[in-house]
């Protein structure tokens, strides 16, 4: 069975940077396709970034240049590093992995698509007071 733990979750300062990690079993954290995406309450979950197999990584317009993901083969731990967090970032942080090749991202946009996610996580909350 797989299962997706996250933690790294907290409150920081506007500005302030944030370590979520996501410790993966049932699952290679190599294989198709894993990554971070984030929901406000009432509000849809969103794409954060994703890695696929050959490492090829997709973030989110409102988080490049600011999150980084990357993979532990040898621990098989997903990480994404969150910097210059701003209020907005505000969210719970999930872990979700994909079975089918490649990562997908949702119709007409380069956003990683929740829907095409198998395996989640019960989440990390990230709180970012301004």
């Known amino acids: 069975q797989v299962q997706l733990a996250e933690s790294g979750g907290g409150s920081v300062q506007t500005g302030g940077s944030l370590r979520l990690s996501c410790a993966a079993s049932?699952?290679?954290?190599?294989?198709?396709?894993i990554g971070w995406l984030r929901q406000v309450p009432g509000k849809e979950r969103e794409g954060v970034a994703t890695?696929?197999?050959?490492?090829?990584?997709r973030y989110g317009d409102s988080v490049k240049g600011r999150f980084t993901i990357s993979r532990d083969d040898a621990t098989n731990t997903l990480y994404l590093r969150m910097n210059s967090l701003k209020p907005e970032d505000s969210a719970m942080y999930y872990c979700?992995?994909?079975?089918?090749?490649?990562?997908?991202?949702?119709?007409?946009?380069?956003?990683?698509?929740?829907?095409?996610?198998?395996?989640w996580g019960k989440g990390t909350l990230a709180t970012i007071s301004s």
């Open positions: 890695v696929d197999s050959a490492g090829y990584t």
């Open positions: 979700a992995a994909q079975e089918a090749t490649g990562c997908l991202v949702v119709a007409g946009t380069t956003l990683p698509d929740p829907a095409a996610m198998d395996y």
């Open positions: 049932g699952y290679t954290v190599g294989r198709n396709c």
